[in-house]
């Protein structure tokens, strides 16, 4: 097996096809040099074919001479010998996985410098303080990346040299002070290690490999790959470039720029730069950056060649490009682009006017599939609600959307108040790769260092997190935050607003955020897509959610939860009047009262729904839970005594107290115990169709039965819908269907037999989940999760995506068990998991028929849904 390929392989095929096995970085670095010809420094690419097997058993044969191979080649290339004494060749060490993961795995710069080599680098450059700058650039880097020694420690000897020379700046440090501060690095390395910093290249080189290999088991990698839905079998590739220095003089720099905004999708160049710098200072925000634009005044000669290569890239790759390039003495230099991380609103917006850009020409169906559902959540971000904020400072708005939370300095602080049910705001001077849980956890994100493509900046977008960077005001310290002469310190509130970069100290009310035109275009182009195959409904209880939903494209609603009426804060008397009755004729009074409400209720959503199908669930959860809390009541009743109420409601809750209430008398079986509730509920709704006829509309309604196991449960239920229906004129009995919930293993297994008595299913997949995993969600989640998560013993929380080979095999089974009794038997699903992006191509692929989710997730199942049917027709993302 062959382990490493030049950038200048011939691989026969395009080489950006080939990202599985060079990696996304790898693949585009031998695209731009051997279809685009590029000036992109040469190197060579170790696969992920190599990584797998290093991580499964070690170093692989072979690798070795393959690598001094590919060497031998790059110094021949180059006229320089990695390490030499005199004309020392150095190169990076980069990471690059098939699915960009940036900042989630390891690099290593200026791999080559010794204590001899330095010296031919400042003889060979006539510039001593350039080449043990390097060395202690690489020095930081190795002993960090490589051996493991703690950065703090490492970044101690060179703040102290800036300190005790009074300067802030990097390049004032002059070189005999490098000098010293090397020696202090070296000294340092030996404590942590017990050993010298190695001086042969080869041993730096291996080592560098290993490492990079190894970060792709690193906790932030898997956490980014778990936040991302990145398998985490696939590995990372290895890129080893010659090195080009930004950091050269005042006429090198360095700099990442988009070909077009990625916060707002603009058709202009976007970006930072550094003059005088590496790379790794541009992205970790330990500088401030300029503007691109600054190019133009700093590099006129190479600024117009900047933007050709960008629009030839975009132009190449059919999409925004983001790209990392060198100037080294006035010279051009390309080290890696990729497609471009984006928020929702620029994603939105570049792949509706790529479809109008002769030069690229997306079609409707690669639009729709360029587009990640979740940056339709990304437009969706609410914004401050208040004109009048008191602003406390500014950074750079570098994700769009305000958050209001608790302020948390550490990443660690922000998991714990997370997990507490808090929301929160992650505050940092610059956030690293070891943050990533803790933003993970937050609702906002604010550093005091950074640019806008700081680590910070890049991943809030791709999160689709509000955040703020470079708000060089903050101070932090003693678990505080100060900003001038205001302080707060952890667990107080302030807000962000991503968009215009403001900070304000304590909460700022939100507003939700108004969708962009473009997404209107993108969602209509996704409903041609799937219509007549998949389609999206909306999870609604009254009138203002059913409107809303309507307004978001939903095509009728596919759960309605009528217990949720009853809480109503005039309703729950009632429905307590009716639990609490000892007379028939009193609960016949309550029922009575209980259905006169529920009439408006369905009338306000069959308004609202004209002409869609509602499916409205008769009352599911056990009668308790509409009783106060019985640990509460005997805690009264042993401080102070009840009155007469509470006694008969304390005595109503021993009573219908279960141990174990999910499985106990709740859904049809509380009907077959207490049968008044459902005939009450399909009076209501059967009085509501009548109403909406006589108006002139056109109610479509399919009653759900919760809970049923059997046929003959079904059977008994729908006999009460049929008797009720019966009273009423033809026009209403047409309006009306019946089915179930399909919500046990029993059900899904016998469905062939409850489809004889259901004109539709509706999968519960939230209690599916629970007693086929035999996962209670409430503690599963609080508990046990994570971990699980961490040793891979579960592909996915099951309670946010499908368990395809539990759940899923019983939503299959009963799929075809129940269209083989009835062919016209329609087919949906209810549960969570009808708005999850992954949970719905399964659901496409099972052969449902329609989604259901809340109101607000609709925009993202309706893209999702078209990118289901996409893939089931096998039609590419990407038509090139």
Same mark, same amino acid.
Not at 107 to 120: I, Q, R
Not at 517 to 528: H, M
Not at 733 to 746: H, K
């Given at each position: 097996?062959?382990?490493?390929?030049?950038?200048?392989?011939?691989?026969?095929?395009?080489?950006?096809?080939?990202?599985?096995?060079?990696?996304?970085?790898?693949?585009?670095?031998?695209?731009?040099?051997?279809?685009?010809?590029?000036?992109?420094?040469?190197?060579?690419?170790?696969?992920?074919?190599?990584?797998?097997?290093?991580?499964?058993?070690?170093?692989?044969?072979?690798?070795?001479?393959?690598?001094?191979?590919?060497?031998?080649?790059?110094?021949?290339?180059?006229?320089?010998?990695?390490?030499?004494?005199?004309?020392?060749?150095?190169?990076?060490?980069?990471?690059?996985?098939?699915?960009?993961?940036?900042?989630?795995?390891?690099?290593?710069?200026?791999?080559?410098?010794?204590?001899?080599?330095?010296?031919?680098?400042?003889?060979?450059?006539?510039?001593?303080?350039?080449?043990?700058?390097?060395?202690?650039?690489?020095?930081?880097?190795?002993?960090?990346?490589?051996?493991?020694?703690?950065?703090?420690?490492?970044?101690?000897?060179?703040?102290?040299?800036?300190?005790?020379?009074?300067?802030?700046?990097?390049?004032?440090?002059?070189?005999?002070?490098?000098?010293?501060?090397?020696?202090?690095?070296?000294?340092?390395?030996?404590?942590?290690?017990?050993?010298?910093?190695?001086?042969?290249?080869?041993?730096?080189?291996?080592?560098?490999?290993?490492?990079?290999?190894?970060?792709?088991?690193?906790?932030?990698?898997?956490?980014?790959?778990?936040?991302?839905?990145?398998?985490?079998?696939?590995?990372?590739?290895?890129?080893?470039?010659?090195?080009?220095?930004?950091?050269?003089?005042?006429?090198?720099?360095?700099?990442?720029?988009?070909?077009?905004?990625?916060?707002?999708?603009?058709?202009?160049?976007?970006?930072?730069?550094?003059?005088?710098?590496?790379?790794?200072?541009?992205?970790?925000?330990?500088?401030?950056?300029?503007?691109?634009?600054?190019?133009?005044?700093?590099?006129?000669?190479?600024?117009?060649?900047?933007?050709?290569?960008?629009?030839?890239?975009?132009?190449?790759?059919?999409?925004?490009?983001?790209?990392?390039?060198?100037?080294?003495?006035?010279?051009?230099?390309?080290?890696?682009?990729?497609?471009?991380?984006?928020?929702?609103?620029?994603?939105?917006?570049?792949?509706?006017?790529?479809?109008?850009?002769?030069?690229?020409?997306?079609?409707?169906?690669?639009?729709?599939?360029?587009?990640?559902?979740?940056?339709?959540?990304?437009?969706?971000?609410?914004?401050?609600?208040?004109?009048?904020?008191?602003?406390?400072?500014?950074?750079?708005?570098?994700?769009?959307?305000?958050?209001?939370?608790?302020?948390?300095?550490?990443?660690?602080?922000?998991?714990?108040?997370?997990?507490?049910?808090?929301?929160?705001?992650?505050?940092?001077?610059?956030?690293?790769?070891?943050?990533?849980?803790g933003m993970l956890a937050a609702d906002g994100i604010l550093t005091r260092r950074g640019g806008l493509v700081s680590h910070a900046a890049v991943v809030a977008r791709g999160w689709g997190k509000p955040a703020v960077v470079g708000a060089e005001r903050l101070q932090i310290g003693g678990g505080r935050l100060r900003i001038g002469e205001d302080e707060i310190a952890e667990g107080d509130v302030l807000s962000i607003d991503g968009t215009s970069g403001v900070v304000v100290?304590?909460?700022?009310?939100?507003?939700?955020?108004?969708?962009?035109?473009?997404?209107?275009?993108?969602?209509?182009?996704?409903?041609?897509?799937?219509?007549?195959?998949?389609?999206?409904?909306?999870?609604?209880?009254?009138?203002?959610?059913?409107?809303?939903?309507?307004?978001?494209?939903?095509?009728?609603?596919?759960?309605?939860?009528?217990?949720?009426?009853?809480?109503?804060?005039?309703?729950?008397?009632?429905?307590? %009047?009716?639990? #609490? $009755?000892?007379?028939?004729?009193?609960?016949? /009074? +309550? !029922?009575?009262?209980?259905?006169?409400?529920? *009439?408006?209720?369905f009338l306000a959503i069959l308004e609202a729904m004209d002409g869609l199908p509602v499916t409205v669930r008769l009352l599911d959860p056990p009668l308790h839970e509409f009783l106060p809390d019985i640990g509460q009541l005997a805690l009264k009743e042993a401080r102070e005594g009840l009155t007469d109420e509470e006694v008969a409601l304390y005595r109503a809750a021993r009573d219908w107290r279960e141990q174990n209430p999910m499985l106990g008398t709740r859904g049809v079986?509380?009907?077959?115990?207490?049968?008044?509730?459902?005939?009450?509920?399909?009076?209501?709704?059967?009085?509501?169709?009548?109403?909406?006829?006589?108006?002139?509309?056109?109610?479509?309604?399919?009653?759900?039965?919760?809970?049923?196991?059997? %046929?003959?449960? #079904? $059977?008994?239920?729908?006999?009460?819908?049929? /008797? +009720? !229906?019966?009273?009423?004129?033809?026009?209403? *009995?047409?309006?009306?269907?019946?089915?179930?919930?399909?919500?046990?293993?029993?059900?899904?297994?016998?469905?062939?037999?409850?489809?004889?008595?259901?004109?539709?299913?509706?999968?519960?997949?939230?209690?599916?989940?629970?007693?086929?995993?035999?996962?209670?969600?409430?503690?599963?989640?609080?508990?046990?999760?994570?971990?699980?998560?961490?040793?891979?013993?579960?592909?996915?929380?099951?309670?946010?995506?499908?368990?395809?080979?539990?759940?899923?095999?019983?939503?299959?089974?009963?799929?075809?068990?129940?269209?083989?009794?009835?062919?016209?038997?329609?087919?949906?699903?209810?549960?969570?998991?009808?708005?999850?992006?992954?949970?719905?191509?399964?659901?496409?692929?099972?052969? #449902?028929?329609?989604?259901?989710?809340?109101?607000?997730?609709?925009?993202?199942?309706?893209?999702?849904?078209?990118?289901?049917?996409?893939?089931?027709?096998?039609?590419?993302?990407?038509?090139?």
């Open positions: 097996m062959t382990f490493a390929y030049d950038f200048d392989h011939d691989h026969g095929v395009a080489p950006r096809t080939l990202a599985a096995l060079l990696g996304g970085k790898g693949a585009n670095l031998a695209e731009m040099t051997s279809v685009l010809a590029l000036p992109v420094p040469p190197g060579f690419t170790i696969s992920t074919d190599a990584c797998r097997r290093y991580l499964s058993t070690g170093w692989p044969e072979g690798l070795e001479a393959e690598v001094a191979g590919h060497l031998a080649r790059l110094e021949q290339a180059m006229g320089r010998r990695l390490g030499d004494a005199v004309d020392p060749l150095l190169v990076s060490v980069r990471s690059g996985a098939e699915r960009s993961m940036p900042g989630m795995m390891d690099t290593v710069l200026n791999l080559g410098l010794n204590d001899a080599s330095v010296e031919g680098l400042a003889e060979q450059t006539g510039d001593d303080r350039f080449a043990y700058d390097s060395y202690r650039r690489f020095l930081q880097l190795y002993a960090k990346v490589v051996l493991g020694v703690e950065g703090g420690v490492l970044e101690g000897p060179f703040e102290a040299a800036k300190a005790d020379l009074g300067v802030e700046e990097d390049a004032a440090v002059p070189a005999e002070r490098l000098r010293s501060v090397v020696g202090e690095l070296q000294e340092v390395v030996a404590a942590a290690t017990g050993r010298a910093f190695p001086q042969d290249p080869a041993e730096q080189l291996r080592n560098a490999i290993e490492a990079v290999f190894s970060s792709w088991q690193s906790p932030r990698a898997r956490a980014y790959r778990d936040r991302e839905a990145i398998p985490h079998d696939l590995g990372t590739a290895v890129n080893v470039q010659a090195m080009v220095f930004g950091n050269r003089d005042e006429r090198s720099g360095t700099g990442v720029g988009f070909t077009r905004d990625p916060a707002t999708g603009a058709r202009e160049p976007y970006g930072d730069f550094l003059v005088n710098a590496q790379g790794e200072d541009v992205v970790a925000g330990i500088r401030s950056t300029l503007h691109l634009s600054a190019i133009a005044e700093r590099f006129p000669e190479v600024h117009g060649d900047l933007l050709a290569i960008f629009a030839r890239l975009e132009r190449h790759f059919r999409d925004m490009c983001d790209v990392e390039f060198t100037i080294e003495q006035g010279r051009l230099f390309v080290l890696q682009t990729r497609v471009g991380k984006r928020t929702g609103r620029a994603a939105v917006r570049i792949a509706v006017e790529m479809a109008g850009e002769p030069e690229i020409a997306l079609t409707h169906a690669e639009a729709v599939a360029r587009v990640d559902p979740t940056h339709v959540e990304g437009v969706l971000h609410p914004q401050f609600d208040e004109d009048d904020v008191v602003v406390a400072t500014r950074g750079l708005g570098a994700s769009p959307g305000a958050a209001v939370g608790r302020l948390a300095l550490s990443a660690e602080h922000a998991v714990e108040l997370h997990a507490a049910g808090e929301r929160v705001v992650l505050v940092r001077e610059e956030t690293s790769p070891e943050d990533v849980h100290l304590g909460a700022v009310r939100l507003s939700a955020a108004h969708p962009p035109e473009d997404l209107a275009t993108l969602l209509a182009w996704a409903d041609e897509i799937r219509a007549g195959r998949l389609g999206v409904r909306a999870n609604a209880d009254n009138g203002p959610d059913a409107t809303n939903a309507r307004a978001m494209g939903a095509e009728g609603i596919g759960l309605c939860r009528t217990e949720h009426m009853f809480l109503a804060e005039d309703r729950l008397p009632i429905v307590r %009047r009716m639990i #609490l $009755a000892s007379r028939p004729d009193e609960e016949k /009074e +309550a !029922l009575e009262a209980l259905r006169e409400a529920q *009439r408006a209720d079986r509380l009907a077959v115990v207490k049968p008044g509730l459902y005939e009450m509920q399909v009076r209501a709704l059967l009085d509501a169709v009548a109403a909406r006829h006589r108006a002139g509309g056109q109610p479509l309604v399919e009653v759900m039965i919760p809970f049923t196991i059997s %046929r003959a449960e #079904l $059977a008994l239920a729908r006999s009460w819908v049929e /008797e +009720a !229906l019966a009273e009423q004129p033809d026009t209403a *009995r047409g309006s009306v269907s019946i089915g179930t919930m399909i919500e046990t293993p029993r059900a899904a297994l016998r469905a062939g037999e409850i489809a004889e008595m259901a004109d539709f299913f509706s999968f519960g997949t939230n209690d599916l989940t629970q007693m086929t995993l035999g996962f209670s969600r409430d503690d599963a989640e609080a508990r046990m999760m994570a971990t699980y998560l961490q040793h891979d013993l579960i592909p996915a929380n099951p309670f946010e995506t499908v368990d395809v080979d539990g759940v899923g095999e019983l939503v299959r089974l009963a799929v075809q068990r129940g269209r083989a009794t009835n062919p016209a038997l329609k087919l949906g699903i209810c549960g969570e998991h009808g708005g999850d992006p992954r949970s719905i191509a399964f659901f496409a692929a099972a052969g #449902l028929d329609y989604v259901s989710c809340s109101p607000f997730r609709v925009p993202v199942a309706r893209l999702a849904a078209a990118q289901a049917i996409l893939s089931l027709d096998g039609r590419p993302a990407r038509e090139d």
